[in-house]
């Protein structure tokens, strides 16, 4: 490649924002410019490399096959810049940079929130940022570094890393249970008000308690927080498909059909290959993978 031609080093570095961000109006306010600076800039980097390194989805810009090789120069560069700023800082050791999260809000509020608070402490110049959903894990989403889900993850472009498994169980209130007779099989439910996801915005199938209930009827108190569905069901609206380990050893809730219903999922992170090249990611993912194997006893209690 003629020198002249040579990619600008902080065109490059602007394209790795764009990989992880997916929008470059969202990489313009991260980096303090314009979208149209963001714009023209990947427009010179193309020029100077010969070809397209991004291709619009309706998920935001994905990389090419050349984009991709340019992203693994970028984070090179990313890398070398790092130790130097490691080096001629005194006193600065650890990690730093952004990571962007995305987690249902069981795992995030219960596990990852306490795993990352405390990586967070013991690296000062790490930045993170917890995203709460549940969702499936998508293969065209850019925006985050490290998505956890519940359920099973498709392969694709991203990779699927196995986290680990909890416990969904049935509970309800013990005054709701003095008001209605416990149910003694699956086929008692029908005669219940079920505490359950709002079924026209569940994307993970093993979470709803349709198929669980065996009927054609909506459940009676539908919420798309998990934590608002915990609630509902401490305040005596009816039996709830929960986490156990948002409800082991708390008071209020009382475990229903435990012989029938003891559903194991797993927790799931998706990652796109070129995150996980990334120190500060694996650091991420290290801390996540320490805070449940330390409280294994509470995913499966």
Known sequence: MDTKRLPSPDDLLILLTVARLGRFTAVAEALGTTHTTVSRRILALDKSLGGRTLERTPHGWELTELGRAAVAAAEGIEKDLAVLATRTEQGQQGFSGLVRIASSDAFGAYFAAPALADLQRRNPLLRIELLSATRRASQNRSGVDLEVVAGAVER????????????????????????????????DLRGHSIVSYVESALQIAELGLRVTTQSDEPAAFQATSVFAQLEAVRNNAGIGKLPAFMVHGQEGFVQVLSDEVDQVVGFWVAARPEALRSARVQAVLGALRGEVERRQGELLP
């Open 156 to 187: 694709g472009r991203s990779e699927a890393i196995h986290l680990c498994d909890y416990a969904l169980r049935l509970y309800a209130s013990p005054r709701y249970l003095q008001r209605h007779a416990a149910p003694q099989r699956l086929e």
